[in-house]
């Protein structure tokens, strides 16, 4: 039974709030026409009809670029912090195996939603690698296609920093072929901590979403700017057919090289746990 206090709790009763749809339309609408009076020099009146228009216009398509650029950072985030906390993890994949299980089971996938979200504070599990076939195959795929992903994206930010820092990177076949190897060395040697179980991997690793955060709003000025100083690795890399070929191709081996080593781990993994069982 609920008490008199649950009222006033969230979730509680609500048939005795205040609605705030009221208060907060004449707050916004007032706003927008005292915008109008004194910015746009309209008359009382005038404002007052040439409301909607200024919400239409000013507001809704002025915002387009801030809603835009700030869903971009949003999902960039999300990513990219998923991806952190999954390296950072020595046996995360197994983590997400089981928590992939429990929704399956349950059918609530807010709640593994939310549980991916926050995987580091999930508890560790026992076994380092997935136990099923398609957890394996599923964590493979993932790995390989971030590993693209950080690839691609990390050769553009090592290209942003040489070019911020004055050091013009010149486009040549072995350029287009160092630059992304140097790129997946970052998110890699994340990995590797998390195998060596270094306690300040995740520290580590949670500084890629701030440097894909200022690749991305560095391009979105340079964009938006106009900028003809502004160079692009990967436009330069794009209008070339050569140098294309060279990065796919070589870009398509460099990024199993995660996937290869996440393999040997889990076999080692499996052969030390097995080592340390006792034996009848």
């Known amino acids: 039974m609920r008490s008199s206090d649950d009222a006033d709790l969230p979730g509680g009763d609500t048939s005795q709030r205040p609605s705030v749809a009221g208060p907060v339309a004449a707050v916004v609408l007032g706003w927008l026409w005292l915008y109008n009076v004194f910015i746009k020099g ?79 504070e999930q508890p560790v599990p026992d076994v380092l690698h997935p136990i099923t076939l398609p957890g394996i195959l599923l964590s493979f795929a993932f790995l390989y296609v971030m590993s693209w992903v950080y690839l691609v994206l990390f050769s553009e930010a090592l290209f942003f920093v040489s070019w911020s820092a004055g050091v013009d990177l010149p486009i040549t076949a072995d350029n287009v072929n160092l630059l992304p190897t140097l790129a997946l060395a970052i998110p890699f040697s994340a990995r590797v901590m998390a195998y060596l179980r270094y306690r300040y991997t995740q520290d580590y690793a949670d500084f890629m979403p701030g440097a894909l955060f200022v690749l991305l709003m560095v391009a979105s000025l340079g964009q938006l700017f106009g900028s003809d100083d502004q160079k692009f690795f990967l436009l330069q890399v794009w209008r070339d057919g050569a140098y294309l070929r060279g990065f796919l191709s070589n870009g398509l081996m460099i990024a199993f090289i995660p996937v290869f080593s996440e393999a040997v781990y889990w076999v080692l993994g499996a052969v030390w746990s097995h080592e340390g069982e006792p034996t009848d």
Do not use: N
């Not at 046996?91 to 807010?110: I, Y």
């Open 42 to 120: 309209q008359g009382g009146v005038e404002a007052f009809f040439r409301v909607i228009d200024t919400l239409s216009e000013d507001v809704v398509m002025g915002s387009v670029i801030t809603v835009g650029v700030g869903s971009a950072i949003v999902v960039v985030f999300t990513a990219t912090k998923l991806y952190t906390q999954v390296i950072s993890e020595a046996s995360s994949f197994r983590l997400l195996e089981q928590l992939v299980q429990e929704a399956w089971a349950t059918g609530d996938v807010r709640t593994l939603a939310a549980k991916v979200l926050a995987l580091e």
